[in-house]
């Protein structure tokens, strides 16, 4: 995936007016954009599926400048056929393996003790930045995590960044801690 390309704030404001001149319905269809662009990668099987979303939108904001002005039609579709390219190149890639669940109390009992021994060893803002950012659901949590960003001063797409780094290492210290614990 292009990983290269980071959204900016410009660029950010660009897509918005590409959806719509007016503020508050470019947003509102910026959210139900990415909302189903989840909901196709979830239906698709993907493990990913905000990432994914995220490398989507990254993706038409990068292109935007070459075709804003030639596009016709409605810029949802444009999104959608992006996310199909998208999810192409996530089917060819090799997919991470799905961690065994757990089938009894003792394996679990063992998983949470080694979260939150991963937890505690987080520096202290990276531990409070991934308790906030996992709370909430639905559109609360949504607000909650637009409310989170501007607290920090950084743009939504780099809370998801961020939060994402810290999951993976938390991931991997977790199952680092079980594989001890175990062997």
Same mark, same amino acid.
């Given at each position: 995936?292009?990983?290269?390309?980071?959204?900016? =704030?410009?660029?950010?404001?660009?897509?918005?007016?590409?959806?719509d001149?007016?503020?508050?319905?470019?947003?509102?269809?910026?959210?139900?954009?990415r909302?189903?662009?989840?909901?196709?990668?979830?239906?698709r +099987?993907?493990?990913?599926?905000?990432? $994914?979303?995220?490398?989507?939108?990254?993706?038409?904001?990068?292109?935007l400048p070459?075709? =804003?002005?030639?596009?016709?039609?409605?810029?949802?579709?444009?999104?959608? +056929?992006?996310?199909?390219?998208?999810?192409?190149?996530?089917?060819?890639?090799?997919?991470?393996?799905?961690?065994?669940?757990?089938?009894?109390?003792?394996?679990?009992?063992?998983?949470?003790?080694? $979260?939150?021994?991963?937890?505690?060893?987080?520096?202290?803002?990276?531990?409070?930045?991934v308790?906030?950012?996992?709370?909430?659901?639905?559109?609360?949590?949504?607000?909650?995590?637009?409310?989170?960003?501007? =607290?920090?001063?950084?743009?939504?797409?780099a809370?998801?960044?961020?939060?994402?780094?810290?999951?993976?290492?938390?991931?991997?210290?977790?199952?680092?801690?079980? =594989?001890?614990?175990?062997?």
């Open positions: 995936m292009n990983k290269d390309w980071i959204l900016t =704030q410009e660029s950010f404001d660009a897509l918005l007016n590409w959806l001149p007016r503020r508050e319905e470019a947003g509102k269809k910026y959210e139900e954009i909302l189903r662009l989840i909901k196709i990668f979830t239906c +099987g993907c493990l990913e599926p905000e990432d $994914l979303a995220d490398e989507t939108i990254n993706r038409v904001s990068k292109k070459d075709i =804003q002005g030639t596009y016709e039609g409605d810029p949802t579709r444009y999104f959608y +056929g992006v996310a199909n390219k998208v999810h192409l190149e996530y089917v060819r890639r090799k997919p991470r393996p799905i961690p065994p669940i757990p089938d009894n109390a003792e394996e679990i009992e063992k998983e949470y003790e080694c $979260l939150e021994k991963c937890i505690e060893k987080l520096r202290p803002e990276h531990r409070g930045l308790l906030d950012y996992y709370q909430e659901e639905k559109r609360t949590k949504i607000d909650h995590r637009k409310k989170l960003a501007d =607290q920090l001063g950084i743009a939504l797409n809370l998801r960044i961020r939060a994402h780094r810290i999951r993976l290492s938390l991931y991997e210290c977790v199952q680092n801690c079980v =594989q001890d614990v175990a062997g």
